[in-house]
Nanobody, 125 residues
Framework: QVQLVESGGGLVQAGGSLRLSCAAS????????TGWFRQAPGKEREFVAA????????DYADSVKGRFTISRDNAKSTVYLQMNSLKPEDTYVYYC??????????????????WGQGTQVTVSS
């Protein structure tokens, strides 16, 4: 497992932008598929985006496609989520996740074995 620390959350008006960062510990970050999920109180954690080990392949939930962009910098052991055209319904706690060698990543939380502590994103109308 790796340790993940998210940053960049906050309060933004509808239509605005935020960039979330997730810094990973360890020197093997490039071997981890990484993803972003989000969760509201009392609700299940839902998939937002994922990126392959090299960064050459990405996947997005339909609800964010065209507005959010996931990227990674393996030299800095960091994954990013650029969020544009934010809507009030994007208000969640956002979590970074990484899939170790025995995990596949993908769109379900069970595909990941390392999680950050979460960062709150609040979009006001």
């Amino acid at each position: 497992q790796v340790q993940l620390v998210e940053s960049g959350g906050g309060l933004v008006q509808a239509g605005g932008s935020l960039r979330l960062s997730c810094a990973a510990s360890g020197r093997t970050f490039s071997s981890y598929v990484t993803g972003w999920f989000r969760q509201a109180p009392g609700k299940e954690r839902e998939f937002v985006a994922a990126i392959s080990r090299s960064g050459g392949s990405t996947d997005y939930a339909d609800s964010v496609k065209g507005r959010f962009t996931i990227s990674r910098d393996n030299a800095k052991s960091t994954v990013y989520l650029q969020m544009n055209s934010l809507k009030p319904e994007d208000t969640y706690v956002y979590y970074c996740a990484a899939a170790g060698p025995r995990y596949y990543g993908g769109r379900t939380p069970n595909g990941y074995d390392s999680w950050g502590q979460g960062t709150q994103v609040t979009v006001s109308s």
